[in-house]
Structure formats: structure tokens, C-alpha cells
């Protein structure tokens, strides 16, 4: 499984989430509960940012004391996936406007 450490800010009347390995995924909630659940989110979004730049995808890393967050079971399969054609050279970025 792929768990991404975040760090929980309190900031007011909401918690702002970073992660120190996907510094692109950044968002808040209401809550503690509420900023995770949205940080799934957020870390989907940000491991997709890498996937359409032909990058590598960041490694999790263990962070004591912090929490970790995971992309859901499926959108678990697109980075294996992803970092296995990497790996055997036949990953082609796909066709946008700017490519074509």
C-alpha cells in the first residue's frame, strides 16, 4: 500500500494537510477527520500531476509521529502500473494539445 506520512497544521477554525513526500498535495478540512478524508483526494490529484509530467512518482517515506494517508484501492493500481511501464521504458505521455 502506498502511505503517503502528512503533517496536520491547525490553523483557526480549520487543519491545513501537507505532505513532506508530495508537496503538491496540499489541502484543509473543518476537522482533523475531515482534513484526511480530504487529503485522499488531494494526494490523488497530485500523484496524477506527476503521471501527465512523465515523472517519477515520489516514494512514501516513514515519518514517526505523523499520520499517513493512502490513494484508494484503485487509484493504488495506477502507480504500480504506472511506475512498471516507466521501468520497462514503455511509458508514452499521452496525447494533449501541447503534445500534438
Keep these: 500500500m502506498l502511505d ?4 496536520l ?3 483557526g477554525g480549520s ?5 513532506p513526500d508530495v508537496l503538491e498535495a496540499v489541502t484543509f478540512g473543518a476537522d ?8 485522499v483526494d488531494a494526494l490523488e ?20 509521529g505523523l499520520q499517513s494517508v493512502s490513494p484508494s484501492a484503485l487509484e493504488c493500481i495506477k502507480p504500480g502500473f504506472y511506475r512498471e ?4 521504458g514503455k511509458f508514452e505521455k499521452p ?3 501541447k503534445n500534438k
Excluded at 482533523?32 to 487529503?39: Q, W
Design 9 to 11: 497544521t491547525p490553523d
Design 85 to 88: 511501464m516507466m521501468a520497462q
Design 45 to 64: 490529484s497530485a500523484l496524477s500531476f506527476y503521471v501527465d509530467d512523465s515523472r517519477p512518482l515520489p516514494e512514501p517515506s516513514i515519518q514517526p
Design 32 to 39: 482533523e477527520a475531515e482534513a484526511l478524508f480530504m487529503a
Design 15 to 19: 487543519v491545513i494537510v501537507t505532505s
Design 4 to 7: 503517503y506520512p502528512v503533517r
Design 95 to 97: 496525447l494533449s494539445p
